[in-house]
T-cell receptor
Framework: GAVVSQHPSWVICKSGTSVKIECRSL??????MFWYRQFPKQSLMLMAT?????????EQGVEKDKFLINHASLTLSTLTVTSAHPEDSSFYIC?????????????FGPGTRLTVL | GQNIDQPTEMTATEGAIVQINCTYQ??????LFWYQQHAGEAPTFLSY??LDGLEEKGRFSSFLSRSKGYSYLLLKELQMKDSASYLC??????????WGAGTKLIIKP
């Protein structure tokens, strides 16, 4: 099956610093990538939808200037959490949708656990 | 609008059968997905239904009724490793997944 990787898998940073998370589709081309955030014991919350070569579409309540998304190629999208604060500590998961996929299935990365001190 | 519901938690016994229901309301529909998520891990795909009926895949089966806005995931011969959260999600007219809150399934020996 299609594989999506995320890097790093976990990160601890100081308040006020920026953190970049990479999401890569390893064996397929992803026209669309999605960024989710999940707090403990809660469901996935879509943050933004990213299409290759265009600006990301952010969900209501998600600050686009704080969560910078770049989708420069069909296999790579990055999420940068700028000026991170403790309340940004969460599990960040990306998913990718294959270019030609009858199921419209999203393949998930393993997630990145961010802890802001 | 976005409206999708599933039970918060269910408990079942090892070796038994459990059915997790999911109901949704949407004006645009492009299929319903079930994902399994173990604690601290990303979701993994279980099933996809876009037509009415039952899809069987090993110990897991998924059912869909579009007219009723209803789906269920059926797990047979439960194993301890099946303890996880099960997420249902429908794909809307924009091909975006709308997620339920997840059902935490607890398996007891």
């Amino acid at each position: 099956g299609a594989v999506v990787s995320q890097h790093p898998s976990w990160v601890i940073c100081k308040s006020g610093t920026s953190v970049k998370i990479e999401c890569r589709s390893l064996d397929f081309q992803a026209t669309t990538m999605f960024w989710y955030r999940q707090f403990p014991k809660q469901s996935l919350m879509l943050m933004a939808t990213s299409n290759e070569g265009s600006k990301a579409t952010y969900e209501q309540g998600v600050e686009k200037d704080k969560f910078l998304i770049n989708h420069a190629s069909l296999t790579l999208s990055t999420l940068t959490v700028t000026s991170a604060h403790p309340e940004d500590s969460s599990f960040y998961i990306c998913s990718a949708r294959e270019l030609a996929n009858d199921y419209n299935e999203q393949f998930f990365g393993p997630g990145t656990r961010l802890t802001v001190l | 609008g976005q409206n999708i519901d599933q039970p918060t938690e269910m408990t079942a016994t090892e070796g038994a059968i459990v059915q997790i229901n999911c109901t949704y309301q949407t004006s645009g529909f492009n299929g319903l997905f079930w994902y399994q998520q173990h604690a601290g891990e990303a979701p993994t795909f279980l099933s996809y239904n876009v037509l009415d009926g039952l899809e069987e895949k090993g110990r897991f089966s998924s059912f869909l009724s579009r007219s009723k806005g209803y789906s269920y995931l059926l797990l047979k011969e439960l194993q301890m490793k099946d303890s996880a959260s099960y997420l249902c999600a429908y794909m809307d007219s924009n091909y975006q997944l709308i997620w339920g809150a997840g059902t935490k399934l607890i398996i007891k020996p």
